[in-house]
């Protein structure tokens, strides 16, 4: 992985003491190079790259957290703050929304299906459904009975 920091070069004493506040540092270094656009590695990864414990980890994101660089989302995970504003069915619902604001969903279209969005965005089909369900409750999106979904015609 490019820039991937080794535990020599990252934890270079033994000691336990502030491990933590060099991995929290090694990570913010991260973020500010652009390394954690799709989100942070697992608590089990940077532990296992680091040579350290999973409490350490924690310690070490949740010092992160408090300088507000990066959220945890649930079912998510660790993402960095200025891309995990917004949990994947809220993306995935404000991308549809802009696409019919614009016309490239004009109205009476047919929405692609849940497997496919679920592809496009690479989610699970229930987060697609989320999205889709707040889409109708908006009034942007009508479903049809065994036929689909489709893009009303006054949102």
């Known amino acids: 992985m490019p820039g991937r920091l080794s535990r020599e070069i990252c934890v270079s004493e033994p000691s336990p003491r502030g491990t933590y506040l060099v991995i929290s540092e090694a990570l913010r270094a ?8 799709d989100g942070l590695p697992s608590e089990a990864e940077i532990g296992r790259e680091f040579g350290v414990a999973r409490t350490t980890v924690r310690r070490a994101l949740r010092a992160v957290e408090a300088s507000g660089e990066i959220v945890t989302l649930a079912g998510v995970g660790w993402q960095v703050a200025a891309t995990g504003r917004l949990a994947p069915y809220e993306r995935i619902m404000t991308d549809l929304r802009d696409r019919i604001r614009a016309g490239s969903l004009p109205a009476g279209a047919r929405l692609p299906s849940e497997a496919e969005l ?4 690479g989610v699970a089909r229930g987060t697609v459904r989320r999205a889709v369900r707040e889409l109708e409750a908006a009034g942007y999106v009508e479903a049809r009975q065994g036929v689909g979904r489709f893009v009303s015609p006054t949102p």
């Open 30 to 37: 991260r973020i500010t190079e652009g390394a954690y656009s």
């Open 118 to 121: 679920a592809e496009t965005y």
